[in-house]
């Protein structure tokens, strides 16, 4: 039988967000997907109709917080299997690093074209 390992520390601070935001996109996935596929087929999504959208407060605090928890979900869980394979020392701190940096230039450029496009 494998061995099963995690580096995960069950019920641990970065075990709880994995799961909160994996509960929270899931919910947010089923809403954009109904919202751009149901309510709005995809030919008929346009750019203007996306920045009419991404005026509504609500609607651009989702998307912000979808962009929030998909990255570091993401990140978390890319950065987690890689210490499961073995990753130490000081290439684990410069992976965290590198995966912290491209973290928050994504979140600041996301949320920066989230602002633009809602015109604030």
Do not use: C
């Not at 994995?18 to 809403?31: D, E, G, S």
């Not at 928890?69 to 950065?79: E, K, L």
């Not at 994504?106 to 633009?116: D, F, N, P, R, W």
């Amino acid at each position: 039988m494998a061995e099963r390992y995690s580096s995960f520390a069950p019920g641990g601070t970065a075990w709880l967000l994995q799961r909160v935001t994996a509960a929270f996109l899931v919910i947010v996935l089923a809403f954009h997907f109904f919202l751009l596929h149901f309510v709005n087929h995809a030919a008929d999504v346009t750019f203007a109709g996306t920045q009419a959208r991404m005026e509504n407060v609500g609607y651009f605090l989702t998307m912000v917080l979808f962009l929030i928890a998909g990255t570091f979900h993401g990140v978390n869980g890319v950065y987690n299997a890689l210490v499961n394979q073995g990753l130490a020392g000081t290439q684990k701190k410069v992976v965290l690093a590198v995966l912290v940096i491209a973290s928050v230039a994504l979140i600041a450029q996301g949320t920066y074209v989230a602002v633009e496009m809602a015109g604030w």
